[in-house]
C-alpha cells in the first residue's frame, strides 16, 4: 500500500519539480499540493497523511508553525516532517534536529529528494546525501562570516556576496577567477540579476556594513585592503578575504576537497 504525501510550497516552480519527481515513484501517493499555511490546517483537521514535505521559505506561516499544528495530532497519528529550506542556521539546525524527519537544502534533487522518501516508506533511514551536507556547511560558514561582519540580509548584496563567496571557496585555484569576467556573470545566472546589477548591490551592501557593522571586526578582517577613497574593500578585496577565510575554516570543519566544485558548472 502506498504512502500518501502532503507537499506544501509557494513556490509554482518548486512544486512543479516535486510533482513531476512523484510522478516516477510507484510507493509514494502525492495526494496533497497545497499553496499556502491555511491550506495544511484545513486538511488536518479533515484527515493526515503519511508524509508531510513543507518549503520553508511560505509567507504567512513559517516552520514553527507547522510544528504547532502537527503538535496537536495524536502521535500514531502525526506525519513524517520533511524540510526544504536555503539555509541552515543553527537555530534551524536546532529545530531540524528536534522536530523534523530530514531537511533537503535547496538547490534540491528532487529525484534523490523523493527517493529517500520512498525509503522512509519502506521503513528505512535516509542516507545522508553528500553534496547536501557540503553545501549546508558552505552555506552556514559563508552567513555566519557575513553576519559577524554587520551585512544585513534584507539587501540583494547580501545574497549576491554570499553566492559570490561560496563560488570562491568551493574552488581548487581562487587565482584564476575574475569577478568581471567569472563571478558576475555566475552570480548573475544564479540569481537572475544583471551582472551590473550584481556589481552595483554588493558594493551597497559593503558599505552598509561599513556603517552599521563593528569597525574593529572589519579592520581585523580586511586591514590594508580597506580602499583610501572609499574607505572601504573593493567588491572583490571582500570577496576574495571573506572566502580565504571560510576556506580556512573549512580545513577545520570538513574537508574542503569533498567541496563541489560548483563555478565550473556555472561559468
Not at 165 to 179: G, N
Amino acid at each position: 500500500m502506498s504512502k500518501s504525501v502532503c507537499f506544501l510550497s509557494a513556490d509554482r516552480e518548486v512544486a512543479e519539480h516535486f510533482y513531476e519527481a512523484m510522478g516516477q515513484e510507484k510507493e509514494l501517493s502525492l495526494q496533497y499540493l497545497l499553496r499556502d499555511g491555511v491550506g495544511l490546517f484545513e486538511l488536518l483537521i479533515r484527515q493526515t497523511p503519511d508524509i508531510l514535505v513543507v518549503d520553508m521559505a511560505l509567507p504567512e506561516v513559517d516552520m514553527l508553525d507547522v510544528v504547532e499544528m502537527l503538535g496537536g495530532i495524536p502521535m500514531q497519528r502525526r506525519p513524517l516532517l520533511f524540510a526544504l529550506c536555503d539555509l541552515v542556521t543553527p537555530a534551524i539546525m536546532r529545530l531540524l534536529q528536534s522536530r523534523v524527519t530530514y531537511c533537503f537544502v535547496k538547490p534540491v534533487d528532487y529525484a534523490y529528494a523523493v527517493d529517500q522518501l520512498a525509503q522512509i516508506a519502506r521503513l528505512e533511514l535516509p542516507t545522508p546525501c553528500p553534496r547536501q551536507a557540503q553545501l549546508a556547511l558552505l552555506d552556514r560558514v559563508v552567513s555566519e562570516h557575513l553576519f559577524g561582519l554587520g551585512l544585513s540580509p534584507h539587501l540583494k548584496g547580501f545574497h549576491y556576496l554570499r553566492e559570490a563567496i561560496k563560488l570562491v571557496a568551493s574552488v581548487h585555484a581562487p587565482a584564476k577567477l575574475s569577478v568581471m569576467k567569472h563571478l558576475y556573470p555566475a552570480v548573475s545566472a544564479l540569481c537572475g540579476a544583471q551582472p551590473s546589477v550584481v556589481e552595483h548591490a554588493c558594493r551597497n551592501a559593503i558599505a552598509n556594513a561599513w556603517v552599521r557593522g563593528d569597525l574593529k571586526m572589519l579592520q581585523g578582517y580586511f586591514g590594508y585592503t580597506v580602499d583610501e577613497v572609499r574607505a572601504t574593500p573593493s567588491n572583490s578585496g571582500f570577496i576574495f578575504m571573506v572566502a580565504d577565510r571560510v576556506h580556512m575554516q573549512l580545513l577545520d570543519e570538513a574537508d574542503p576537497h569533498r567541496i563541489t566544485d560548483m563555478v565550473l558548472e556555472v561559468i
